[in-house]
């Protein structure tokens, strides 16, 4: 994705709004600092964590004074590559674990399901199940926050529901009263025959009808999971780089 080409008109102003107003709040900002046409805004932070933000037209520096001012130097906008943070932590960066995620957003409820009457659990025993079954790496990427509520796990219909097997799940965590994080797995053996769309439409229709705007989540290089959100209509309009200090 290049965020230079990014099209406000891609996405539902008022919803881009709510969206900044979430992200306000995970950074600690006023409600109102993202409601800006500069370019940038800074916060300085008490930690030694290091944000970047890129949401739609407005970068954001979250850091210590050292970041920010380091930040000024730094031309353009950040993108999925981890440039900018490399930059702003300089010889720092040995100290530091940085992780990166696109950030794509629903809007709209979709009506399209490839699997005629799917038998769907609601029950987090069977995502569980699936979780034993996948790669330790693909489960902490999905659930690595807590879900707290409305799963939706697909299972085989060859057996009764308490022994049929997990196929996919998808859940989704509120955030900040306005944001559904979602979250996808699918057990790899099972892969490429469509199960995390159904999921993944069943949870983003959820969320749109509890009245949250769904947030997607993904690695830069994780394209399965970006075609898979753009699939379900989801808009990317952002990244974001966290540096966290090492323990």
Not at 21 to 45: I, K, P
Request: hydrophobic fraction near 40%.
């Amino acid at each position: 994705m290049d965020l230079s080409l990014f099209d406000a008109g891609r996405f539902d102003s008022h919803k881009l709004d709510i969206v900044r107003l979430a992200w306000c709040r995970q950074l600690g900002l006023d409600d109102t600092a993202l409601n800006t046409d500069a370019d940038r805004v800074e916060h300085l932070v008490s930690t030694d964590h290091v944000t970047v933000l890129q949401l739609a037209d407005t970068t954001v520096i979250a850091g210590p004074s050292w970041a920010i001012d380091t930040s000024r130097s730094v031309t353009g906008r950040p993108g999925e590559d981890r440039t900018w943070m490399s930059s702003i932590l300089g010889d720092r960066s040995d100290r530091y674990e940085i992780g990166t995620h696109t950030l794509a957003y629903g809007s709209d409820i979709g009506h399209s399901i490839d699997v005629h009457d799917p038998l769907i659990s609601h029950d987090a025993v069977h995502v569980r199940n699936l979780a034993a079954k996948c790669a330790d790496a693909d489960v902490a990427e999905a659930f690595g926050q807590a879900v707290s509520r409305n799963w939706f796990t697909l299972l085989g219909d060859g057996r009764p529901a308490d022994s049929a097997h997990s196929l996919a799940s998808a859940g989704y965590s509120e955030e900040h009263i306005v944001l559904a994080d979602m979250r996808v797995l699918t057990d790899p053996n099972h892969r490429r025959r469509g199960h995390a769309q159904v999921v993944g439409r069943l949870a983003t229709n959820d969320a749109i009808d509890e009245g949250l705007i769904p947030q997607w989540r993904s690695r830069p290089e994780n394209s399965i999971a970006r075609r898979l959100a753009a699939r379900l209509g989801y808009t990317e309009i952002g990244v974001c780089h966290k540096a966290v200090v090492r323990a």
